[in-house]
């Protein structure tokens, strides 16, 4: 049983501040926070109530229907009424309880990081299925690290590579590292403060990048749980959304090993901009790949051959005469 025998009593409150009726019980609890959460307008209020209950009451969300009839503790009551109050002002359930889950692996959030998205599960998904052999010993290197993410879901499937991740923001590589410790992976893994691929003289088998590619323009389109609790700086490139890969493409031919493998992100119908960009960097794009949403997600990239590079060079040549 969860709670006592005799019922303690408190009472939520929508963003209004208006009254709701007073719950005693889990099922009780669940039902009245479901309401309010979708008279609020949220897309999942069930899923939501559950996880914030299940995150008070250190049990499983799938397994609240358990103990519906049991009483809530009033110190319970109160907790979850303020997990509520944050999700009803839009705070993300994962910015509440201070993890996610990306590639089956747990993720503390801090406010410095990007909230990873299982869009991005795509560059993972892809880039393992172009590995030969997952035994070999390759350096992996991701940069906009953020959560680590990336490199963790990497070395995770990748037992015997090595990996740096890079962000320009000292809080990122510290929450980045403490979760590459938190899944027992940093062992395999060195972070370095800094912008982009500037201060690495490493080369690399395979690079992957998430980098803002969100429009300047677009903020207004955005929901409140990412535009108030994302970082800006890992959302937004510039006018067009493309300025992130401006900056780093043309640093990626000399980190990339001959046959190395760039994988990129990139933003809803941004494919043919960033594979034109890739191009103009000497390199030969591959895809684009798309998320189980049916959004073109991520651009896989190759060095182009020498001779390409000639044949291109001469045919700017020729424009130019």
């Known amino acids: 049983?969860?709670?006592?025998?005799?019922?303690?009593?408190?009472?939520?409150?929508d963003g209004a501040g208006a009254r709701r009726a007073t719950v005693r019980r889990v099922g009780q609890a669940l039902q009245q926070a479901a309401e309010t959460l979708k008279t609020a307008g949220l897309e999942t209020p069930r899923l939501d109530a559950r996880c914030l209950l299940g995150h008070v009451l250190n049990k499983d969300?799938?397994?609240?229907?358990?103990?519906?009839?049991?009483?809530?503790?009033?110190?319970?009551?109160?907790?979850?009424?303020?997990?509520?109050t944050r999700r009803l002002d839009r705070e993300p359930?994962?910015?509440?309880?201070?993890?996610?889950?990306?590639?089956?692996?747990s993720f503390d959030l801090e406010d410095s990081v990007l909230d990873p998205r299982s869009d991005s599960e795509t560059l993972v998904e892809v880039v393992l299925s172009t590995v030969g052999d997952r035994t070999a010993p390759l350096r992996v290197l991701d940069l906009g690290t953020g959560s680590g993410c990336?490199?963790?879901?990497?070395?995770?499937?990748?037992?015997?590579?090595?990996?740096?991740?890079?962000?320009?923001d000292p809080a990122?590589?510290?929450?980045?590292?403490?979760?590459l410790t938190r899944n027992g992976l940093v062992h395999r893994a060195h972070f370095v403060c800094g912008n982009w691929g500037q201060a690495l003289g490493d080369c690399f088998d395979i690079i992957v990048v998430n980098p803002p590619y969100i429009p300047s323009g677009d903020i207004k389109s955005l929901s409140p749980e990412v535009i108030n609790h994302d970082p800006h700086r890992a959302l937004f490139a510039g006018l067009d959304g493309l300025e992130a890969y401006r900056n780093f493409l043309p640093e990626l031919r000399g980190l990339l090993r001959p046959q190395g493998l760039v994988a990129l992100e990139i933003g809803y119908g941004q494919a043919a901009a960033v594979t034109s960009l890739l191009s103009d960097s000497g390199f030969t794009s591959i895809g684009p790949h798309q998320d189980l949403a049916g959004?073109?997600?991520?651009?896989?990239?190759?060095p182009e051959a020498p001779e390409?590079?000639?044949?291109?060079?001469?045919?700017m040549a020729a424009l130019c005469r």
């Open 150 to 168: 990336l490199i963790a879901a990497l070395l995770s499937e990748l037992p015997y590579a090595t990996g740096i991740g890079v962000d320009i």
């Open 93 to 105: 359930i994962s910015r509440i309880l201070g993890t996610r889950e990306f590639w089956s692996l």
């Open 295 to 302: 959004v073109k997600r991520c651009l896989l990239a190759l």
């Open 1 to 13: 049983m969860i709670g006592a025998s005799e019922p303690s009593s408190t009472e939520f409150k």
């Open 172 to 179: 990122a590589i510290r929450v980045a590292r403490g979760n």
């Open 61 to 84: 969300p799938t397994t609240l229907s358990g103990y519906r009839d049991d009483i809530l503790p009033s110190e319970s009551y109160r907790r979850f009424s303020e997990l509520m």
């Open 308 to 315: 390409s590079q000639d044949k291109k060079r001469l045919g």
